[in-house]
């Protein structure tokens, strides 16, 4: 089934699988290159792995059953990862070899509303403009696609970063609510 | 079809059942069941199908919400996770037979995030517990997918009313935050458009 963003003006590289957007980005550093990609089977396996806790700017990532990460990263509108892929000269490299280091999701209705879900970057690798690059590369991405309402809940240690990318708070004084049980407020 | 009773549980579980499971999945406790409603000839009804969307739009208008593209709106519809629409279920001088109430949708993965869009009530109808209901019944849907965090952007003279039914503002310093696209990127992204165009000739 076309996603109606598919239907239209927007021409995807020819290895773009749906619904999942293939960012053409590729930088160098000193380390090795950093790709944009979209969600490879590996990814949730390596989600998993707990040596995220430090890097989340969303409390609760590391703890959630793999299954439960599979199916919200199936039903988002975008996802963007980033991989470290370090290619020795002489060596050939392997897929094996590209460790996760980034990622980010954001949930649409494929027409007004888009939320942006999970930015985080290893905190190796932070400090070095990868979160401004995934948040940047997909709010362009959203643009393009005229989803106009582009939102997302900023932890409060990183609402200047956000406000540095374009984001405002409480915009009109609207406010951002969470439910919670009774007997957890 | 219709919401389903018994609090949005299976009507096949026991009571017993019923009460282990709303625990469980800490489901919100509706304030008025279908029933209740239904008595007044008011039916809340789950899916897009039957959304009127002119109807939708007027209701939108009422309330101050901008009117929609209607071929955007039926996409986004289709898109979204759960969407709950109050109907008129019988004839009277306050409203037609069968016109749309209220409505509201959540937007999800359906497995980890949702958040909450577009509820809306007609004036008429406004402050007599439509909206708590409606409110009521998309969080049981949600908790129901067990989706942990269910947020939503409040305007100011709202803020209160979502309170009362459970949510909190800004936990832990979370602060709601939207992209202006009167920045950097929006004209950098509105400046390419343009050159794209151009060079198309």
């Known amino acids: ?29 000193s380390i090795g290159k950093i790709l944009f990609q979209t ?51 002489g060596a050939k490299s392997s897929p094996d070899e590209e460790t996760l280091v980034g990622i980010a999701r954001a949930t649409s209705d494929y027409s007004f509303n888009a939320t942006i879900w999970d930015v985080i970057v290893d905190p190796e690798y932070q400090g070095q403009g990868l979160g401004k690059a995934l948040v940047e590369n997909m709010v362009r991405t959203l643009l393009r696609r005229e ?39 | 079809m219709p919401f389903a009773a018994l609090d949005g549980l299976s009507p096949k579980k026991s009571t017993f059942g019923l009460q282990v499971e ?25 899916g897009h199908e039957g959304v009127n969307l002119e109807e939708l739009n007027d209701l939108f208008e009422q309330v101050g919400f901008p009117r929609r593209d209607p071929d955007k709106l039926k ?25 749309l109430l209220g409505f509201g949708r959540a937007m999800s993965d359906g497995s980890i995030s949702a958040s909450i869009w577009d509820v809306a009530v007609l004036p008429a109808w406004q402050r007599s517990g439509l909206g708590r209901a409606l409110l009521e019944r998309l969080l049981v ?6 989706i942990d965090t269910i947020s939503l952007y409040a305007e100011p003279s709202v803020v209160k009313l979502y309170e009362k039914l459970g949510f909190v503002t800004d936990p832990q310093g979370i602060r709601g935050m939207a992209f202006q696209r009167k920045s950097a990127i ?13 060079a198309k000739g």
Request: hydrophobic content about 40%; overall charge positive.
């Open chain 1, 39 to 89: 969600v490879s089977p590996t990814l949730t396996s390596l989600l998993s792995q707990t040596r995220w806790p430090s890097a989340c700017l969303q409390a609760g990532w590391p703890h959630r059953p793999v299954p439960k990460l599979q199916a919200a990263l199936r039903n988002s509108y975008l996802v963007s990862s980033l991989h470290v892929r370090v290619t020795t000269p």
């Open chain 1, 1 to 29: 089934m076309k996603a109606d963003w598919q239907q239209r003006q927007v021409s995807l590289p020819q290895n773009c699988t749906h619904p999942f957007d293939l960012l053409a980005d590729g930088r160098h550093n």
């Open chain 2, 186 to 198: 929006g004209m950098k992204v509105a400046a390419g458009e343009k050159r794209a165009s151009v």
């Open chain 1, 147 to 185: 989803i106009l309402n582009i939102t997302l809940f900023a932890d409060a240690g990183v609402v200047d970063f956000y406000r540095t990318l374009g984001f405002e708070t409480d915009p009109e004084g609207i406010k951002g609510m969470f439910w919670y049980p009774p007997g957890f407020r």
């Open chain 2, 141 to 146: 849907r949600l908790r129901q997918d067990h």
């Open chain 2, 22 to 46: 709303a625990q469980r999945l800490l489901l919100p406790t509706l304030t008025k069941t279908d029933e209740q409603f239904a008595e007044q000839g008011i039916v809340f009804m789950e």
């Open chain 2, 75 to 99: 996409l986004a519809l289709e898109k979204t996770h759960t969407v709950i629409w109050i109907r008129h279920a019988k004839k009277s001088r306050w409203a037609k037979l069968n016109q």
